[in-house]
């Protein structure tokens, strides 16, 4: 299905993004991570948002995902794996399926954790970030799944399903990926082993990797007044745009970015009619 604005992240940015898209009356899909893999669900008491006091992150986030389904925001449970612009349009890979929108709102928040020695390098040559979309190219070979959110161990049993021998590593912390032309081997937390895939299952992935080209300064994503960044229709909000790395200034920038890709929507329209 299509839509007006598409967002990656369902936290306090991506919400506000979404439900001010829909006031300004654009169709939303927010494709996120589950809601209890936010790093804010960890908060036990948050205390300085305004009209909110001592609540849980858990809570909060629950309230204001509440708030964007009632206002007619829809979700979509899975990883944003990569995007491309073509014809006017973004389209945006979630697991084995395409979504496409007229703007995209970034709201991934931060990636923490530093790439792996030969990971780059690697990458498309027995690197993986999706068992969905790459499994079967594995299928009867040795494969790594190294998972670092909760839901990574079903994506491991997904690829065991499909006839792949997987080893399970439960967030190492560190890993070296060698090889030649393809991957042969990892060291995981100083254990090597043979293998001809390595699946790296993280909740969030560096902004850059998502969409190539994208400008970043220092990690985070560069954006204008309007949270646009340099790429066509494709605007920023929150953690992924630097500092301070709090709730109160990742709502207000997804309310930038919401009616920032809202505008930009209906000016394609125009221009199409
Ligand atoms: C323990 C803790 C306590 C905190 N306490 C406070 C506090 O008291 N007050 C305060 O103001 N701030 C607090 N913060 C900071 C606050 O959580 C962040 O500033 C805020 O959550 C940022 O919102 P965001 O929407 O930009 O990013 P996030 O909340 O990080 O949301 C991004 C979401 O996008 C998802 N995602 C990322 N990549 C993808 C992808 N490719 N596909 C699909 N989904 C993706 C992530 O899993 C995540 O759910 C705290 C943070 C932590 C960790």
Redesign the pocket.
Known sequence: MSYDILV????????SAALNARARGRSALV???P?E????W??G?????PGMSAVS?AEMLSIMRRQAESAGVEFLS????SAAYLMDSWFVS?GSDMHNARAVVL????ARGKKFPGETEFLGRGVSYCATCDGMLYRGRRVAVLGFSDSARQEADFLKSIGCAVTYHDRPRSCTISGGSAVESITCDGVSEAVDGVFLLR???APTD?FPGLAVEGGYVTVDRRMATNLPGLFA????TGGP??????VGE?LIAGQSAASFAAELERKKQ
């Open positions: 990656i992240g369902g936290g306090p940015a991506g919400l494709v996120t991570n809601l893999e936010n790093p804010l960890k908060a008491r948050v205390d300085n948002y992150g899975g990883r944003a794996l979630v709201a991934a928040g931060v909740p969030t992935m998502l909000a929150g953690d992924c790395l709090q709730v109160a200034k990742a997804g």
